[in-house]
Nanobody, 126 residues
């Protein structure tokens, strides 16, 4: 069992930066790939970024590539998403998720993730 708690969301102006954090509880964190997803009102949940169990492989959505960096610290059971040059279209609830299937190859489909956090709101003003 893995419990995930996100933090770091907030209101930021366009062009600004945010660093989202996700802390996991449970002894199997290091066995899971991790991902960040987001969901805007009226839209489906979409993949933002993911990485494998040791951070050796990462993958980003085209919409955030070059502006975002995902990382993890297995000693602290944490995963992070640094987002720069934020745009109003980045506004959404951001979710942290853990995936057994994604432990060695990053998956982008929400249904392949086993555990989810409650989400943190990111709002980017123009």
């Amino acid at each position: 069992q893995v419990k995930l708690v996100e933090s770091g969301g907030g209101l930021v102006q366009a062009g600004g930066s945010l660093r989202l954090s996700c802390v996991a509880s449970g002894r199997t964190f290091n066995d899971h790939g991790m991902g960040w997803f987001r969901q805007a009102p009226g839209q489906e949940r979409e993949f933002v970024a993911g990485l494998t169990w040791n951070g050796g492989r990462t993958k980003y959505a085209a919409s955030v590539e070059g502006r975002s960096t995902i990382s993890r610290n297995n000693c602290e059971n944490s995963v992070f998403l640094q987002m720069n040059s934020l745009k109003p279209e980045d506004t959404a609830v951001y979710y942290c998720a853990a995936s057994w299937a994604s432990r060695s190859e990053v998956r982008e489909v929400p249904s392949e993730y086993n555990y989810w956090g409650q989400g943190t709101q990111v709002t980017v003003s123009s």
